[in-house]
Structures are given as structure tokens and as C-alpha cells.
């Protein structure tokens, strides 16, 4: 019975676990995923569990009553949107951070002048503007999507202070507690450092005793500097992090959790925010930069230098750097406190930068830059407080720094001025030392060598012999040289009568070092000649040095003894005592300077000597895609068209190029039909093709006929007389295989198409367009120039020389196939990659040099004007509301049918393109200012008739050599419409003088008596091209000064300048036409001033 028992319930146990398997084979996969997912959470668990035990350090305290789960792993959004969005609908002076301004009779008042000398920055401004004001959102956008640590160790925020002003110091304190979650503020310890301004003591405590209670006023009992009242403040804090600031300062969205969130992962953590500039003058907001590395060379002087690639990835995350800028940063109370805080003994200020960095990095922390904290600086015009000490502190302090913490490399600090130094007492360095000692530092090699290698390189220890130094003679008048004139940086230079030694000159402000850097850098100082625009007649200022070249690069030419850059020389104006750049002329003796002391030698290595030229020094991805290059061409000449494909070749990395495409668009010229096709099957069929259409079909047909045969991943279009520069392809490249929506454009030289020479055609710019949709340029924007080799967005393409991935080509439907032979593909292909979630950049390392036709041989393929066809099409299908400003411009000419136009608005529907009004607000907001759509009214227009020779007007004139210039013509009968246009000019509302006839500009040469005007391209960018007419005076004067004015040769009928002499009736002029209310109110009216 028992056998009979056991033996059923084994066959029941058999049917069970076949049903069982009948039902879940069906499901075995689904069973695979679900053990696997569980697994791996078992895992994650176990990890996290390590994590927390071992990583939250002394901040487990602030977690213990926090449940395990949210302790480590979850992330909250800090924003205060409903903060942001009210701050947005905030209108009053300077709010959103934009630039503010006095009334006329505010800025000329003495409490102006007063408050500045007091501040050193517009104090009365500042007034203006609310304490509580909202400001510019710098960040980059993907800060606004990031979360942070739920849990975060609370800040207390230490200000220390000293003469500062009111409603520069409420306005940092309300900044801080505006924009900071309550719950990791624990408070703001204010430090008066021995203030003498009566308001900053009993005002100023009876107003945080009624309006803040999170702040803390403390005082020191007289001035001690900067560093003891950081120490004073830190000592009262109670917070687990130290944030110490500034009391000028104003704090970014958001800005505290990306300075906490490192600290609360690694508690050896110091974190700076990224700081922007407070206009001292404006208080606008502008962007200094997207973060640098902080170094230092051996003079002591901060220096930043460029990201290394690997800290580009993410324009959110924390980057680490070797020494801080200055006083801005977070720091954990107990790790500050385990470095012994600040060394004590440091004086006032200076070089405790240094002293904290190099001991966070060598004692076992780390520092961080976090791209996502924000401040706002005021940088002031100058110090205005008096030395607190009778001796040199600074020096004292950079010694002590040395002394303890730099080992064998602090003789390299000396020995740059070996007196100054042996006259420093250090102090007492003791108990600074056995801090060192115990905590078991770094030697200051591994500092150089782990976390700072680019300084060996950037900032030798033993500094390499210059080009040459000395005082810069100018050789139109040898007893002029260049001077700084003592004006600050950004302010131009100027010439001053030379010091008497010209190799070593006494006169600080004549003493130039053309470094190896490959600049010219001020002897004592920080300064470097800076050009920020190559157009003719551009000021040479003098700026911070950045190593970078760019628009710091210089080089002397001894044989012509000029100072070239980029196509530019150095050139001058004796009587007006003004240096500037101009197009470089060997005969031009005002081009011609001569250095105190010329190392001849190392000018001929100039190749091989010196700093590297800094396109060189960068590394590319090692996996860029495959590249397909596309070169339409029409009757081109052979040997152009060859060494367009030869400099293609010879100039790209082979493991990039996947095949060069020619496409022949019905040429005429019978040696590019079959002898082409001969020469690339012998010579370069390995890589090379050549397509043929049977007749021509327009550039932009070409393209698309290359480009859908193109096999590569990405596009590069290219024109046939063009000749690539060295390594000019992973620029390109690069930008592409980051993010494939993007499309790039090479820096476009000049070959000069009589000599075939190169010429730089500057130093970049963005792409734009005037409403008559001609191509035109916007200049730089700071953030776009504080990397010299960084690509930089541009609204608009300059042509056909491009590079684009071939998924999103297509995906944005290539060219439009309906626009007809060339015109208006830059702006339709422009539109579309911002319009519809692209990018498009210029890459200043890649470098394409393009022959300008003197002028175009073809004759015109089309009876009809297909170019306003295609602008029409454009217009109509991406340019909105927008479009009505082109038409407006010539309704004639738009008048023609723009053909189909469903197909393309189909695919901007179905690619949810965002409108052309976002266009213009975020891609190019400045473009209105430069091009607005409707344009203003001139100030005057006509004939110009002088009132002491009443039959002598204006003219322009061609010369011999080809020059364009101003002279005096018997006038014609109508002033107001001149039938003959040499006698029509224009004051427009750019402020300038232009000549109907040719579209050019008065120009002022030479600001001296007895100069002459000449006609050049409109450049407007004001400068040597602005006037304004008197109505009261009849005068017309150069520029807003009123120190020169045109005035009538009527003997040799010539136009010259002359000082200003209202009694003069030679100086007198009558314009045609007249907009007497602009004129009178010339300053309100017309395009904004440019610095």
C-alpha cells in the first residue's frame, strides 16, 4: 500500500512539474531578464553601501537621520522657477543684468566724479540700481536641467569688507540670500575690516538687525587686510562648508549645490565658481570666459589657460584646476581648518591664491572649477585705497608662499628680481612648516608634474630669450616711440617722445619685450599688444596677456623693419600721435619701427624658435569620421582646379579622406572633359572622381549631384580655386563627431588673385546678413574670442566651404533642389541647421585660402534675375514674419513667382523647426543693431557745399593708382537729388559720410592739419569713418571730439582737416537735405557708440 502511495505521488509530482514547465517555457526569456535585473540591483546595492561607508567622510553626521536610501543616490532639482520667472518680468536700471546708464546731468555732477574716485567703479550708478535686482543667467543651458544631492552639507557664506560701498555690498549680501535653497544656507558673516565710512557701522548694524537675520556683522578693531578677515570670519562660521566671497559680487541661478555637491562626494574638496564681469561702468553682466585652468608664471603673476580636451566633454561637470583665482570658493570647515586655514602671517593680501592652492593640491585634496556656479565681479577701474603698510607686502608674502611650499623651484621666482626679493623678510616660517610636515604634503616637482605640466612649458623657469626688446622707434619720427600712455588696459596706445636709452629705457611705459611667446609684452607688467579687429586702421591697445597668439600675435620683420600680423602691420599717425593697424605697404614709412635691441639671430629661427604656434599644440579625437570632398567647377582654369585638389591631398590625413568628388557643370573648356578624365586615371584614381553634367545646371545642382554619390560620413564642400592649409581637416571634424548636428566652416584667406600670395583675412567673425540680403560680418563677442583655436557659433555661413555630416544633410533635405545656379544657398542651409536643432560653427585652426575673382567671367545662365528667385524662396519658407523687411527693400525685384514651395515647407513642419523670430533673438540678437529692418533715417543726404566757396562741393574722385578719395568739384545745380552721383553723399545713420556713387566711406587717414580724406570700404565700426554736421556752426567734425573739421582748400581745391575754428567760413558747409531734430540730438539718434 505504502509502494502504491509513493509510487502516485511521484506521478502527480511528475504532472505537476510538466504543467509547470508547459507554462513557463513560453515565458523563459522574460524570467532570464527579470532574475538578471534583480541581480544587478543586489549589486548596486552592495556598492552603494561601500560608497557611503567609505566616501561621505565627516559629512555621515549630516546624513545620520537620513533615510539609506535618499543618503547617497537621489538627486533633486534646486531652481526657484517661480524666483527665475518674476526676475524675468523685473523691468527697472541694470535688472537682468543689462547695462544701465546716468542721465546727462547725473554723469557730468561732481557727487559722480566723487563716488567714483572713492570706488574706483560708478558708485552713483550703482545707487540707481536695485540691491535686489535680477540678473543675467550665464550658465550653459544644460546647468538648468541638473539636479544635485538631495542632501547637502550646509554653507555658511563669509564677505569681508573694507570701504566698500553701500549698494555694492547690500546687493552681494541680498544676492547670496536671493538665490540660495534656505536650507543650505546656514548664514552671512559680514567682515568689516576697519572701515572708516560712517555708514558701514551704525546704519549699517541697525539695518541687518531689522532686515537680515541670517547675517552677521563682525568688526575688526582696525585694518589687518583681506586674509586675517577671511580668518576672522571663517572662525565664527558654523556651517560644514566655508564659502568665502567677495563684496562686490552677485550671485548666479542655482549657484550654490554645484559648489557643494563635490565637497559632499570627496570632503577634500575645494570648488570655485565660474566669475563673470560686472561692467565697473555699466554693471552690465557679461561672461568672462567658460572656464580656464589657473596658473601662475614665475613672476608670480595668475594666469588661465585653456581646458585640456578631456574636460570639454560635459559643460556641467566640474573640472579640475591648479591654482584659484582668487577669493571666490567652498571649501569644507574641516579640511580648511586641517590645512591650518590661511598662513596667519600672510599680510593685507597677495599670494594667498597660491598658498591655499598649493597646499590643497599637495597636502591631498583636489580643486575644482564648477561650470554651473556663477558670480558676477566687479573689477574695478583702479584701486582707490591707499597702501596699509610702509614696506612691500606682497613681496613678503610671495616669499613666505615660496619659502614653504615651492621647494628647489622658489630660486626661479627669485631670480626674476633677485633685489626686491633679497630685501623681504619671510618671518616667522615655523609653524607653517610643521603643518607641512605633519600632514605629509607633496613635494612642490609632483605639483608641477601631476597637477600642472603646462607651466614648465607655457612658463619656463628660465625665461627664453626674446626677438627683441627694448623702446619701438617709430621711423617716420625717430623721436617718437610707442607708449602705453598710461591708460589701462583695452585703451590704445599711442606715440610720446622717446627716453633717452632705447635699448633699456627708463621710461617704464616705453619698455616692450617682443617674447618668445611670439607677442609683444609690456617689460613690467602684464600687458601684451592686443588688436581685436583687422580692419584698416584698427587701434593697437594693450590687454592682458593671454599666450595664446591670436590677436596677441606679432611678428618683426627687420628687412622692412614692420610689424606684421596676419596680413595687418603696425602703422601710425606722428601728428595725431595714434597707433593702429593697416593693410602692410613696404613703401609706407609710417609702417617702419625700429626695436631698442634686436636679437637678429633668433628672427631668422623665427620658425623653429619660440612658442609653438598654437594651432599646432592641439590634439584631435583619433576617431573623426571619413570624409567625402566635394568640388563643383565651372570653366575652371587647370592649374587652379589641380592645385585645389593637390593642397586637398597632400594637407589631410590620409586615414580621413574617403575620396574627392569633381563635378563638372557643363564646363565649356574642352581640357576639363577628357584630358581631366585621363589625368585622374593616371594620377589620382585612387582617390579622386570626376562627374560630368551634360549641361550647366547651376553650383548648387553640383553640389547635390556630388554629395548623393558621396559615400563618406561626413560632406565637405569646397570651391574649385581654393587651397587648404596644414592640418585644416580635424578642426572640421572634430565639432562633427562630438555632436553630428553640426555644421563647420573654415577661416576663408585671401589669395590675392594678381600675385597669388596669401593673405589673412582676419581673425575671424560671425556671419550675418543685411535685409538686402547681402552677406555681411558681426564682430566677435567676448565669449567668442576667449579661446583663440575654439570653434565658435556663427549665424550664417560665407559660402560654400563647409563641412556637414551626411545624415544630417539629408535629414534637413540638403539644398533646396528648386533654388537655380547660385545665390542665396548659404542663408536657406544657414536657417535650416539653427532653425531645426543644429549648430553650426567657424574653426579658427582650420584655414582654407580662396582666390576673389577681380571680377566674373560668366555670362549670366538665366533671362530672368533667378538670384532674387532664390532669395524669394528662402524668405517665403523660413523667414516668417521677417520676410516682409527683404521685400520692403526693393518690392520691384520681388515682385517674381518664387515657384513651388510645398515640398520645403513640408519638411520644416515635419522636422518642428523652431521660427525665425527665435533666429534672431537667440542665434544672432546683435544682428538689428548692425542691420535693423527698417533702416533709419540719414541725418543728411545731398550735395555738400562749402559756404566760403559757394560754387565748390564735395566730390568723389578716382585717382591714378586706383585710390578713391574726397576732393572739391564745381557744385551741380540740385543740392538735394545731384544729378551727377560723384556729388551725392550720405550722413547715414552709422554716423559715417558715404559716397553714393561708389558705397564706400570718408575716410580720415591721418588725424593731422592739412590731411586730405580718402574713400575706403564702409567698415561700420565708427573710428576713423565718423562724423556728425553742427547745425549751429555748419562744422562737419571727425569723430565725437570736437578737435578737427573739414575745411575748404578752395585755392587747389582739396578737402582737408584743420582744428576746429567755428569763426572759419571755409569750415562751413551746406548739406542738400537735412534731418534738423536727428542732428541736434546726434548723441540720442543713429547707431550705438562703439568703445
Same mark, same amino acid.
Given at each position: ?756 600670395? $596669401? +593673405? ?7 556671419? @550675418?546678413? *543685411?535685409?538686402?540680403? =547681402?552677406? /555681411?560680418?558681426?564682430? #566677435? %563677442? ?102 516682409? $523687411? +527683404? ?7 520681388? @515682385?517674381? *513667382?518664387?515657384?513651388? =514651395?510645398? /515640398?520645403?515647407?513640408? #519638411? %520644416? ?183
Amino acid at each position: 500500500m505504502d509502494d502504491k502511495l509513493h509510487k502516485a505521488r511521484k506521478a502527480r509530482l511528475r504532472t505537476i512539474i510538466r504543467t509547470t514547465v508547459k507554462i513557463l517555457y513560453p515565458l523563459r526569456y522574460l524570467l532570464l531578464i527579470i532574475t538578471t535585473v534583480i541581480l544587478v540591483l543586489l549589486f548596486r546595492q552592495q556598492q552603494r553601501q561601500q560608497v557611503f561607508e567609505s566616501g561621505l567622510g565627516h559629512f555621515g553626521e549630516h546624513f545620520k537621520d537620513v533615510p539609506y536610501r535618499n543618503r547617497v543616490t537621489e538627486k533633486i532639482d534646486y531652481h526657484n522657477y517661480e524666483q527665475i520667472q518674476n526676475d524675468l518680468n523685473r523691468v527697472g536700471p541694470g535688472e537682468q543684468g543689462k547695462p544701465a546708464t546716468l542721465s546727462p546731468e547725473e554723469s557730468d555732477s561732481e557727487r559722480r566724479k566723487e563716488l567714483y574716485y572713492q570706488n574706483g567703479f560708478n558708485a552713483l550708478l550703482s545707487d540707481n540700481i536695485s540691491i535686489n535686482r535680477s540678473i543675467a543667467d550665464l550658465r550653459h543651458p544644460s546647468c538648468k536641467l541638473k539636479s544635485y544631492l538631495s542632501h547637502l552639507p550646509v554653507a555658511s557664506v563669509v564677505v569681508p569688507f573694507y570701504e566698500e560701498h553701500w549698494s555694492t555690498l547690500l546687493r552681494t549680501v541680498y544676492s547670496v540670500l536671493n538665490r540660495s535653497p534656505p536650507h543650505l544656507l546656514k548664514e552671512v558673516i559680514i567682515v568689516d575690516d576697519g572701515s572708516t565710512k560712517e555708514f558701514l557701522h551704525e546704519k549699517l548694524e541697525d539695518y541687518v538687525k531689522r532686515h537680515l537675520p541670517k547675517v552677521k556683522l563682525i568688526r575688526q578693531p582696525e585694518r589687518t587686510g583681506l586674509i586675517k578677515a577671511r580668518l576672522a570670519g571663517a572662525r565664527v562660521a558654523t556651517g560644514e562648508v566655508i564659502v568665502f566671497l567677495d563684496s562686490h559680487t552677485e550671485a548666479g541661478y542655482n549657484w550654490l549645490p554645484p559648489l557643494l555637491e563635490p565637497i559632499a562626494e570627496n570632503p577634500k574638496t575645494c570648488v570655485c565658481p565660474l566669475i563673470d564681469v560686472i561692467n565697473d561702468q555699466t554693471f552690465d553682466v557679461h561672461p568672462q570666459d567658460e572656464g580656464g585652468r589657473g596658473l601662475f608664471d614665475w613672476t608670480f603673476h595668475y594666469k588661465r589657460i585653456l581646458l585640456k580636451n578631456e574636460h570639454r566633454i560635459s559643460p556641467t561637470e566640474p573640472f579640475p584646476s591648479p591654482v584659484m583665482a582668487g577669493g571666490l570658493f567652498a571649501i569644507g570647515a574641516d579640511f580648511f581648518w586641517e590645512l591650518g586655514g590661511y598662513d596667519e602671517e600672510l599680510d593685507i593680501w597677495g599670494a594667498e591664491q597660491y598658498e591655499i592652492s598649493f597646499k590643497i593640491w599637495q597636502c591631498g585634496g583636489r580643486m575644482l572649477d564648477a561650470p554651473c556656479s556663477r558670480f558676477g565681479h566687479i573689477y574695478r577701474s583702479y584701486s582707490p585705497f591707499p597702501n596699509s603698510r610702509k614696506y612691500d607686502f606682497i613681496t613678503r608674502n610671495h616669499k613666505r608662499v615660496a619659502e614653504i611650499w615651492m621647494d628647489e623651484y622658489k630660486q626661479y621666482i627669485y631670480d626674476r628680481d633677485p633685489e626686491r626679493y633679497a630685501k623681504a623678510d619671510a618671518g616667522d616660517m615655523s609653524k607653517m612648516k610643521a603643518i607641512r610636515e605633519r600632514l605629509n604634503c607633496k613635494p612642490f616637482k609632483w605639483f608641477l608634474e601631476e597637477v600642472a605640466p603646462e607651466i614648465i612649458e607655457l612658463y619656463p623657469p628660465v625665461e627664453p630669450e626674446p626677438f627683441a626688446s627694448g623702446a619701438i622707434q617709430n621711423m617716420a619720427d625717430p623721436s617718437l616711440c610707442i607708449d602705453t600712455m598710461q591708460r589701462g588696459r583695452g585703451k590704445p596706445i599711442g606715440l610720446y617722445p622717446c627716453t633717452d636709452n632705447l635699448a633699456t629705457p627708463t621710461n617704464r611705459n616705453q619698455y616692450f619685450v617682443h617674447s618668445w611667446h611670439r607677442d609683444i609684452q609690456l617689460k613690467h607688467g602684464e600687458e601684451c599688444f592686443d588688436v581685436p579687429d583687422n580692419k584698416a586702421r584698427s587701434m593697437v591697445t594693450v590687454f592682458t596677456c593671454h599666450m595664446h597668439q591670436g590677436n596677441q600675435f606679432f611678428r618683426y620683420d627687420h628687412k622692412s623693419q614692420q610689424i606684421k600680423r596676419n596680413g595687418v602691420c603696425i602703422d601710425s599717425d606722428p601728428q595725431a600721435k595714434e597707433v593702429f593697424v593697416n593693410p602692410c605697404d613696404t613703401n609706407s614709412v609710417t609702417q617702419r619701427w625700429k626695436f631698442g635691441s634686436v636679437n637678429l639671430k633668433l628672427l631668422k629661427q623665427w620658425q623653429t624658435y619660440g612658442a609653438k604656434f598654437i594651432c599646432h599644440r592641439i590634439n584631435y579625437s583619433q576617431n573623426l569620421p571619413k570624409t567625402s570632398i566635394i568640388v563643383p567647377f565651372y570653366d575652371e582654369h587647370w592649374t587652379t582646379l589641380l592645385r585645389t585638389v593637390y593642397s586637398i591631398i597632400h594637407r589631410t590625413p590620409p586615414a580621413l579622406l574617403k575620396e574627392i568628388i569633381l563635378v563638372d557643370d557643363g564646363s565649356e573648356k574642352q581640357f576639363l572633359k577628357q584630358r581631366l578624365d585621363d589625368y585622374v586615371a593616371k594620377h589620382l584614381k585612387h582617390l579622386v572622381r570626376v562627374i560630368h553634367h551634360r549641361e550647366r545646371s547651376g553650383l548648387i545642382t553640383a553640389r547635390l549631384t556630388g554629395a548623393k554619390i558621396a559615400t563618406g560620413e561626413v560632406l565637405l564642400f569646397l570651391d574649385s580655386h581654393v587651397e587648404a592649409g596644414i592640418n585644416w581637416l580635424p578642426p572640421l571634424l572634430e565639432p562633427i563627431a562630438q555632436d553630428y548636428r553640426t555644421c563647420v566652416c573654415p577661416f576663408i584667406d585671401v589669395i590675392k588673385d594678381d600675385t597669388f600670395a $596669401f +593673405v589673412a583675412q582676419d581673425e575671424g567673425a560671425r556671419g @550675418a546678413f *543685411d535685409w538686402n540680403m =547681402l552677406y /555681411k560680418r558681426l564682430p #566677435l %563677442r567676448p565669449e567668442d574670442q576667449a579661446d583663440p583655436t575654439k570653434p565658435f557659433p556663427s549665424p550664417v555661413m560665407a559660402g560654400g566651404l563647409f563641412a556637414i555630416s551626411a545624415k544630417f544633410f539629408w535629414e534637413l533635405g540638403g539644398y533646396d533642389e528648386q533654388l537655380e545656379i547660385w545665390g542665396a544657398e548659404q542663408y536657406e542651409l544657414s536657417f535650416k541647421i539653427w532653425m531645426c536643432g543644429g549648430r553650426m560653427f567657424d574653426a579658427p585652426c582650420s584655414r582654407v585660402g580662396h582666390i576673389y575673382r577681380s571680377y566674373s567671367p560668366f555670362p549670366n545662365a538665366k533671362p530672368y534675375d533667378f538670384v532674387a528667385k532664390n532669395h524669394k524662396r528662402v524668405a517665403e519658407v523660413w523667414m516668417d514674419e521677417y520676410k516682409k $523687411f +527683404v521685400y520692403a527693400r526693393d518690392p520691384t525685384k520681388y @515682385a517674381i *513667382d518664387a515657384g513651388d =514651395l510645398s /515640398k520645403m515647407k513640408q #519638411l %520644416r513642419r515635419k522636422l518642428n523647426c523652431k521660427p525665425f523670430r527665435w533666429f534672431m533673438t537667440e542665434v544672432a540678437p546683435d544682428l538689428v543693431d548692425h542691420y535693423p529692418t527698417v533702416e533709419p533715417e540719414d541725418f543728411a543726404s545731398g550735395a555738400i557745399q562749402n559756404v566760403a566757396y559757394e560754387n565748390l562741393c564735395l566730390e568723389e574722385y578716382d585717382g591714378s593708382t586706383g585710390e578713391k578719395r574726397i576732393i572739391l568739384g564745381l557744385c551741380v545745380n540740385n543740392k538735394s537729388f545731384p544729378e551727377r552721383t560723384e556729388q551725392h553723399f550720405r550722413m547715414t545713420w552709422r554716423r559715417d559720410i558715404k559716397a553714393v556713387r561708389s558705397s564706400q566711406c570718408a575716410d580720415v587717414f591721418h588725424h593731422s592739419v592739412g590731411a586730405g580724406l580718402q574713400l575706403f570700404p564702409c567698415h561700420n565700426q565708427q573710428g576713423n569713418q565718423m562724423f556728425r554736421y553742427d547745425v549751429d556752426t555748419k562744422q562737419i567734425i571727425v569723430g565725437k571730439s570736437k578737435t578737427f573739421c573739414f575745411e575748404a582748400d578752395g585755392k587747389n581745391r582739396k578737402l582737408i582737416l584743420n582744428h576746429c575754428n567755428s569763426n572759419a567760413e571755409s569750415q562751413r558747409w551746406r548739406m542738400g537735405q537735412m534731418n534738423v531734430e536727428r542732428l541736434k540730438n546726434w548723441t540720442k539718434y543713429g547707431a550705438k557708440f562703439h568703445s
